[in-house]
């Protein structure tokens, strides 16, 4: 049988990762976290103290390698995946992801990974930009109370200290960059299901996602 393409997007909150993953294991089919890797070019500009603003300080990325394998996200071997959730990777990243410098770099990865390969890849253009005929196409929404009040559990769950008004207004924030950007906005493609998951279980919508994958593939 062909392969299939699952392309997830939403914004921040929306529960993208945690589906994909969900929809991974029952699936057995490879999952992967573009956003991880947005983090990851985030990290690594920061580590070198790049000016973030100038797309030129980005041609560090013809020469490193970046991988993403298992679920981890690596540049030059080095496993990154616990230091890419970091407060200063989440504020800049958004303003790393609009540079068509960055994005083409990273697209070129990601459409390589999905190469005849049946895929959960999650994001902001995956349907629209990454995999534009993917089988089938989700936009996850939530309302933003429900959204922060998520990411403050897994903050709690973490021991980190926060405050869930500074998480409302870093996440807006981080959403209005995200879906005005020139380059790739999030948006949602005109052949994507919504789905408002804001008084949904994540087994619900994981269901719903595994019934649309049953039902296109018959
Ligand atoms: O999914 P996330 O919150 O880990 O993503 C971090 C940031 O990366 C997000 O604010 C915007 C950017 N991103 C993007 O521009 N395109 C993607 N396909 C995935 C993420």
């Given at each position: 049988?062909?392969?299939?393409?699952?392309?997830?997007?939403?914004?921040?909150?929306?529960?993208?990762?945690?589906?994909?993953?969900?929809?991974?294991?029952?699936?057995?089919?490879?999952?992967?976290?573009?956003?991880?890797?947005?983090?990851?070019?985030?990290?690594?500009a920061l580590?070198?103290?790049?000016?973030?603003?100038?797309?030129?300080?980005?041609?560090?990325l013809n020469?490193?390698?970046?991988?993403?394998?298992?679920?981890?996200?690596?540049?030059?071997?080095?496993?990154?995946?616990?230091?890419?959730?970091?407060?200063?990777?989440?504020?800049?990243?958004?303003?790393?992801?609009?540079?068509?410098?960055?994005?083409?770099?990273?697209?070129?990865?990601?459409?390589?990974?999905?190469?005849?390969?049946?895929?959960?890849?999650?994001?902001?253009?995956?349907?629209?930009?990454?995999?534009?005929?993917?089988?089938?196409?989700?936009?996850?929404?939530?309302?933003?109370?429900?959204?922060?009040?998520?990411?403050?559990?897994?903050?709690?769950?973490?021991?980190?200290?926060?405050?869930?008004?500074?998480?409302?207004?870093?996440?807006?924030?981080?959403?209005?960059?995200?879906?005005?950007?020139?380059?790739?906005?999030?948006?949602?493609?005109?052949?994507?299901?919504?789905?408002?998951?804001?008084?949904?279980?994540?087994?619900?919508?994981?269901?719903?996602?595994?019934?649309?994958?049953?039902?296109?593939?018959?």
């Open positions: 049988m062909e392969q299939f393409h699952v392309a997830i997007d939403g914004p921040a909150g929306s529960g993208k990762s945690t589906i994909s993953q969900n929809v991974s294991n029952e699936t057995g089919w490879q999952h992967i976290d573009t956003g991880a890797m947005y983090r990851a070019v985030t990290y690594w580590k070198l103290n790049l000016n973030l603003a100038d797309e030129n300080s980005y041609e560090f020469k490193i390698d970046i991988k993403y394998l298992n679920n981890k996200v690596f540049i030059n071997d080095i496993d990154l995946s616990s230091v890419i959730r970091s407060d200063d990777v989440t504020q800049n990243v958004s303003l790393v992801s609009k540079f068509s410098f960055v994005r083409k770099k990273l697209v070129e990865i990601q459409q390589n990974l999905a190469k005849n390969k049946n895929i959960i890849m999650d994001g902001r253009d995956i349907g629209t930009v990454v995999l534009p005929n993917a089988n089938l196409k989700i936009f996850l929404t939530a309302n933003i109370k429900v959204r922060a009040k998520r990411r403050y559990n897994e903050k709690l769950n973490n021991g980190q200290n926060v405050n869930l008004d500074e998480l409302i207004n870093n996440i807006n924030t981080r959403d209005k960059k995200d879906s005005s950007r020139i380059e790739s906005p999030l948006k949602i493609a005109d052949d994507a299901v919504i789905i408002d998951t804001t008084y949904l279980s994540i087994r619900q919508v994981v269901e719903k996602i595994i019934e649309m994958i049953e039902r296109r593939r018959k």
